[in-house]
């Protein structure tokens, strides 16, 4: 059958819009006007002659989905195994950079200049990443990043990087991020940090 979006007014002076499968458009506005509706616009949008059985993603799915990310991880580690000592050592000193407050100073001015021209968390964030030099730093940022991506706050995430990011520091996230002025709280920290 035919499917139709339809608009009427009810009695009562209220416009009604549905989407209905009739046999045809007469017939749909006769059944209207007994269901004392008077149609204003009855447009066909489809025909569904056999209804299409979409599969559902269970279990088998998610079980394929682990198999992929466990052949990448052993991609990863082949790939690793191909370096030579000097790019293994160096590859370990920079994941475990320290991040200095200068690298601190940086993300939040950034992301500060980023909040004021109006980007969301995900997308400053994103653009961070891009540009940070510091490994560890980098690494923290994608972990928040996909915090932020789950539907938690940016301050929840930086809460496991205390060692990271000070207290002060995470509270005033917090405030920026339940406040209406985000950027202003940033700009305060910015101050206190630079």
């Known amino acids: 059958m035919p499917e139709y979006v339809y608009k009427a007014i009810t009695d009562k002076g209220l416009v009604v819009k549905n989407k209905v499968e009739d046999a045809s458009k007469q017939s749909l506005i006769r059944r209207l006007k007994n269901n004392d509706l008077m149609p204003i616009e009855v447009m066909q949008v489809s025909y569904n002659s056999k209804k299409i059985k979409k599969t559902k993603r269970n ?18 580690n082949a790939a690793k ?6 790019e ?28 004021k ?27 928040i990043l996909a915090g932020v991506e789950a539907g938690d706050y940016m301050y929840t995430t ?9 207290e002060i520091y995470i509270n005033m996230i917090k405030v920026g991020e339940l406040s209406r002025f985000p950027y202003k709280i940033l700009r305060t920290s910015c101050k206190i940090f630079g």
């Open 59 to 76: 279990i088998n799915d998610i079980q394929d989905i682990m198999n992929v990310a466990n052949s990448t991880n052993l991609l990863n």
């Open 81 to 86: 195994k191909n370096l030579s000592w000097i």
């Open 88 to 115: 293994k050592v160096n590859l370990q000193l920079a994941a475990t950079e320290k991040i200095t407050s200068r690298d601190l100073v940086i993300f939040t001015q950034n992301f500060y200049l980023l909040k």
């Open 117 to 143: 021209a109006n980007f969301n968390n995900i997308h400053a964030l994103s653009t961070i990443i891009e540009s940070t030099e510091n490994l560890s730093l980098r690494g923290i940022l994608q972990d």
């Open 158 to 166: 930086m809460e496991y990087y205390s060692n990271v990011f000070p």
